[in-house]
């Protein structure tokens, strides 16, 4: 709390800075008059500021790029970076929002009927339904320099199954940076999320961002725990000159599992921990230095060290890992970044392990279409905990049907290794179509296709079918492309 108290009057203009920001000339992008298709005079009235810009507090020249703010929901940007994305915006801190008042926004709400096979994701299915019903509140105070924007995404699950009594999920993320002068910008971001032994329901593998080129990773890993996941990320960069930039980053990551009281099978006994550890945590940091060649082409090297302790202190485990990174854009529809490199796992129970790690990224778009690929090898949390490194697919394709269809398809299928155990594999195919009724109200159809099996535990699988309603502006692919 008292770090998060400072946080805030970090993001906090005062005077004297203030007047050192009026000196600073302005070169942010001119404001964007882009909005969803065919909504552009209705979102102007409707959407308000999080945090208006300032022209007396625009970022200064040669500085590092101001930190995207990504959505909970979508991955999408919501704000920084050069104010724009995938979900619309009219200029730098101005969200498309269904609803708002002062600072606070409703970026979107949904309401959904779900069947699943295996709401339990066991050997033995036992089938389910459940109404649920989500939203994503918004909050932002500050301007280009500075700023503070917090996003809330509450979850709750109504459910007919009397074996299930844990009904809400929740997931929130506390954001804020300051440029500390012309060439020093601080960033600090906290994520926490609370999920139910239910699992996901709707949510995708991957969320990629075509207007900020990121991709957002969703553990699809379920089990029959109850989870818990609280990630704290603080970041220093210097902008050494017009073609470097260094930066210096901590880390603290706490992980908890375990087995719901109220969640017993058609025997009344609660069923066995699907997974080898139950806690985890992670402290470390890194370095990276980046040099752009030119405005579409970047490399760098990248640093990290983090020290892991599972179940207790007796087992821990030091990571140091170092990587050639690299990005580059190929015209204005086509963006690749990969990076790769050696790791080493230093154990106190066991022998030095070596191996690498690494990530391969490609996006593409069409006129109406985007094409995300994905691979990814590390040791982050995947949706179990484990002492040991993970390797990862993902795919997905989106395309724009026509002015109120939309459908999209993916992939994802993980290999979780264990120190001393078998590997555990798990993968997820999933699809979607969307219809728009209006420029805010849609409706949906969604399937998911699940199976895990491995480390000691049987094979389970589930088939969801999910429908409802979300209030909201939708993306408007057409002709938008990678950065």
């Known amino acids: 709390m008292v770090a998060w108290l400072a946080a805030v009057l970090l993001a906090l203009p005062h005077p004297a800075f203030a007047q050192e920001e009026t000196q600073a000339p302005s070169t942010a992008s001119p ?28 970022t200064p020249p ?36 269904v609803l708002h008042h002062g600072h606070l926004s409703l970026v979107s709400f949904s309401s959904f009927y779900v069947y699943d096979t295996n709401y339990l994701f066991t050997a033995a299915e036992q089938p389910a339904t459940a109404f649920a019903f989500q939203g994503l509140l918004f909050y932002s105070i500050g301007s280009g320099r500075s700023a503070f924007h917090l996003q809330y995404r509450p979850y709750f699950l109504v459910s007919g199954t009397s074996v299930q009594q844990d009904f809400l999920a929740s997931s929130l993320d506390l954001h804020t940076y300051r440029f500390l002068n012309d060439r020093w ?9 609370y999920t139910p032994a239910r699992g996901r329901l709707i949510d995708p593998t991957i969320n990629p961002d075509f207007g900020s080129g990121i991709i957002s990773r969703g553990t699809f890993l379920a089990t029959d725990q ?32 375990w087995n719901p009281t109220s969640t017993s099978n058609s025997s009344g006994t609660v069923p066995p921990t699907p997974t080898l550890f139950e806690q985890e945590n992670i402290i470390g940091g890194g370095v990276t230095w980046e040099h752009q060649l030119h405005p579409e082409q970047r490399f760098g ?54 191996t690498y790690v690494g990530t391969a990224e490609i996006l593409k778009s069409f006129h109406t279409s985007f094409l995300a690929l994905s691979y990814i090898r ?48 798990a993968r997820e195919i999933w699809g979607r179509v969307g219809y728009g009724f209006t420029e805010r109200l849609s409706g949906f159809i969604s399937v998911l296709t ?26 408007d692919y057409e002709g938008s492309s990678p950065p």
Do not use: C
């Open 378 to 425: 590390n040791y982050d949390y995947s949706g179990v905990v484990s002492n040991s490194y993970n390797t990862r697919y993902d795919g997905s394709y989106t395309r724009q049907l026509s002015h109120r269809w939309d459908m999209s398809v993916g992939v994802g299928y993980l290999q979780q290794n264990f120190h001393g155990s078998s590997d555990l594999d």
């Open 31 to 58: 404001p964007s008059s882009t909005t969803p298709s065919g909504t552009q005079t209705d979102t102007q009235s409707d959407t308000q500021s999080a945090s208006q810009p300032d022209s007396q507090s625009e």
């Open 185 to 193: 910008l601080i960033n600090l971001d906290e994520r926490f999320q």
């Open 450 to 475: 699940a199976a895990a099996a491995g480390s000691g535990q049987p094979y389970a699988s589930r088939f969801m079918v999910t429908a409802g309603f979300r209030w909201g502006y939708r993306p």
């Open 226 to 257: 109850t989870s818990l996941d609280n990630s704290v990320t603080v970041a220093l960069s210097d902008r050494l000159n017009a073609e470097d930039t260094i930066t210096f980053r901590g880390q603290y990551q706490y992980i908890d599992m």
């Open 62 to 97: 040669d500085s590092p790029t101001p930190p995207i703010t990504s959505s909970l929901e979508t991955g999408q940007t919501l704000t920084g970076g050069n104010g724009s994305g995938s979900v619309q915006a009219l200029h730098e801190g101005v969200v498309a929002s």
């Open 301 to 354: 090297i990248i640093y990290t060290y983090d020290y892991q302790t599972i179940g207790g202190i007796n087992k821990q485990a030091v990571y140091n890992s170092l990587f050639l990174d690299y990005t580059q854009r190929f015209g204005r529809s086509l963006l690749f970044h990969g990076n790769f490199g050696p790791s080493m796992q230093i154990r106190n129970d066991a022998p030095t392990y070596y």
